[in-house]
């Protein structure tokens, strides 16, 4: 993360103003941010595989593309979810290929709602957060739904599904509008610098 923020601000950042909620995407250096959150979409869950986390329970790259969305907006976050799966899945091969459209659109939900919300409504940032997991989880099982992607009871299924991710869901609520908001306000008070 650190690095990231290093990468970001090096030679200046964006022209944004002090009282923006997210950073835009307009220069070449918000870009290399942006381009860094797809780095740690890939890194963060090849650490988790490597390292048998419960990937199920942990949720490694939802913490990144919320993060993005909030941080970047509806545009960096939603392009973030929508490159990541497909990045990982190429250079890792995880989420394999069965999983990887629900896994997208999922992804992608999180980095859309999470940044609309923040950006375009102002809405406050943990709300913001909440109902970006609600999107993207409703996302997923309504694909999965529709394409009939489950095992069994779907009822059952998708608790099973949800269950893991909970804890880690009220930890990204809790966490990330605090990383962001110290993210763009190192931006904000370096532009100003």
């Known amino acids: 993360m650190l690095i990231l923020i290093g990468i970001h601000f090096k030679g200046g950042c964006m022209k944004s103003q002090t009282n923006e909620l997210t950073l835009p995407l307009r220069s070449w250096q918000s870009w290399i941010g942006e381009i860094g959150f797809w780095a740690l979409a890939i890194v963060v869950p090849l650490m988790g595989h490597m390292f048998h986390w419960n990937v199920r329970a942990v949720l490694p790259m939802h913490w990144v593309i919320l993060l993005s969305g909030l941080v970047y907006g509806t545009r960096g976050g939603f392009i973030a979810g929508a490159v990541s799966p497909f990045l990982n899945t190429?250079?890792?091969?995880?989420?394999?290929?069965?999983?990887?459209?629900?896994m997208t659109l999922e992804i992608a939900t999180y980095g859309f709602v999470s940044g609309a919300l923040r950006e375009k409504t102002r809405l406050n940032?943990?709300?913001a957060v909440f109902l970006a997991i609600i999107s993207g989880r409703l996302v997923y099982l309504g694909y999965s739904f529709l394409f009939h992607r489950y095992q069994g009871d779907f009822l059952t299924w998708a608790w099973n599904t949800i269950q893991p991710g909970l804890f880690s869901a009220v930890l990204q609520i809790v966490l990330l509008p605090i990383v962001a908001t110290i993210i763009i306000k190192l931006a904000q008070n370096k532009n100003h610098a």
């Not at 190429?90 to 629900?102: F, H, K, R, V």
């Open 90 to 102: 190429l250079l890792t091969g995880m989420p394999a290929w069965n999983i990887l459209p629900a």
């Open 125 to 127: 940032s943990f709300l």
